[in-house]
């Protein structure tokens, strides 16, 4: 029986991509079978290793509980004590495979609000939300009502990037529910826009697809107050279906009539 053929170097790299491996952690290849290493490892029969001695661990604060660290973001005062609720939150794994937080983007004074769903490879690596191709078009959509980023708050309901961008799991995303949900309340913005079907459902209390909520006004209730809510689809997804390009127009139209009234 033939061995199987060894995978070209092509073959692997499309492997690798698909599995989400989208960058090197070290600068130069490390051949982990050379001769040197080979040798210099212990004979696991002959020579059983020595446990090392216990390195000393330094002292710190303990991390919060979850649970706590979720509590406590329901009041958080302010965005920046809620963005560093965040960045000493462990109790999400998605924390521990990002490169970094991204929290947000733009004005937090802004009379209107985009959350999106989570970061991307771009945004993960700028740490500022749509910043990617999906951003671009973003730009373009704001653009396109008067408005820039100086003027508009952008988050997402997710702010750790999800391994190779897989769709957040149900427990992640209620995990991360209370940041955002403070997040909005706190920003307070006159139109709060969800851009894609995972936002929506998330944060609009809905189980339609984004083609029966898209263009239709909702209430987002923060407790307090109830602000103005739309769906419309994810920049994203325009990229992928160009032809619902004018279906998102005509939502546009409708969210900045809203503003100027």
Request: with cysteine; hydrophobic share 40%.
């Amino acid at each position: 029986m033939t061995p199987d053929r060894a995978p070209t170097a092509q073959e692997l790299l499309a492997f690798y991509l698909e599995a989400g491996v989208d960058c090197a952690l070290m600068d130069e290849p490390v051949n982990r079978i050379s001769d040197e290493r080979v040798a210099a490892a212990p004979d696991p029969v002959q020579s059983p290793p020595a446990r090392p001695a216990p390195m000393p661990v330094a002292r710190s604060e303990p991390a919060p509980a979850p649970d706590v660290a979720i509590q406590s973001a329901r009041t958080a005062p302010s965005l920046e004590v809620l963005r560093a609720m965040l960045e000493q939150f462990d109790g999400c794994a998605l924390k521990s495979t990002a490169t970094r937080l991204v929290f947000a983007d733009g004005n937090p004074q802004a009379r209107i609000m985009f959350v999106g769903e989570a970061p991307g490879r771009e945004e993960d690596i700028e740490g500022l939300p749509f910043v990617g191709r999906s951003g671009q078009l973003l730009n373009r959509m704001i653009a396109a009502i008067g408005l820039d980023r100086t003027r508009v708050y952008i988050a997402n309901v997710i702010p750790w990037r999800p391994p190779g961008n897989r769709t957040p799991t149900p427990q992640e995303t209620q995990i991360c529910l209370p940041f955002i949900q403070r997040q909005i309340e706190l920003v307070n913005p006159d139109v709060l826009v969800t851009l894609g079907n995972p936002s929506t459902q998330t944060l609009l209390s809905t189980r339609e697809g984004i083609m029966k909520t898209r263009g239709r006004w909702l209430d987002y209730d923060t407790g307090t107050r109830k602000i103005r809510a739309m769906a419309t689809f994810h920049p994203a997804y325009l990229l992928r279906s160009p032809s619902y390009k004018r279906l998102a127009w005509q939502d546009l139209r409708a969210i900045a009539k809203a503003l100027q009234g």
